[in-house]
Nanobody
C-alpha cells in the first residue's frame, strides 16, 4: 500500500514558478514509477510527466516540455515537479500517481495509487 500526499500548489502569476512535492508512505516507493497528472475544470485528466523508479528515465507531455522538470529522491520517498514559465493554461488540480510497471507502461489506466491533488492557479 502506498499513500501519496501532494503539496506546493498555489496562486502564481504567468511566467512564475512553483515546485510541487509528493510525499509517499510505504517502504516500496523506490520500486514504483511515479508521475504527475493534471485536470482542469471541464477537461479530462492529462498525463503531464513521469519518472522511472531509478530516476534515469523521464517523460513529458508536449505541452510542458522544456518548462517542467520531474525528479525524485528515493531516500526521502518524494517526487517533485518543478514548474517554470507557467501559463494560465497550466491552471489545474495536479495529482501525484504511482504505478509498479516500467515507465513505458505508465498511463492513466496503469495507475495503482493516486494522491488527492493540489490546486495550481496561474493568473494572467
Amino acid at each position: 500500500q502506498v499513500q501519496l500526499v501532494e503539496s506546493g500548489g498555489g496562486l502564481v502569476q504567468a511566467g512564475g514558478s512553483l515546485r510541487l512535492s509528493c510525499a509517499a508512505s510505504g517502504r516500496t516507493f523506490s520500486s514504483y514509477a511515479m508521475g504527475w497528472f493534471r485536470q482542469a475544470p471541464g477537461k479530462e485528466r492529462e498525463h503531464v510527466a513521469a519518472i522511472s523508479w531509478s530516476g534515469g528515465s523521464t517523460y513529458y507531455a508536449d505541452s510542458v516540455k522544456g518548462r517542467f522538470t520531474i525528479s525524485r529522491d528515493n531516500a526521502k520517498n518524494t517526487v517533485y515537479l518543478q514548474m517554470n514559465s507557467l501559463k494560465p493554461e497550466d491552471t489545474a488540480v495536479y495529482y501525484c500517481a504511482a504505478a509498479s510497471g516500467g515507465l513505458r507502461y505508465f498511463s492513466y489506466y496503469a495507475i495503482e495509487y493516486w494522491g488527492k491533488g493540489t490546486l495550481v492557479t496561474v493568473s494572467s
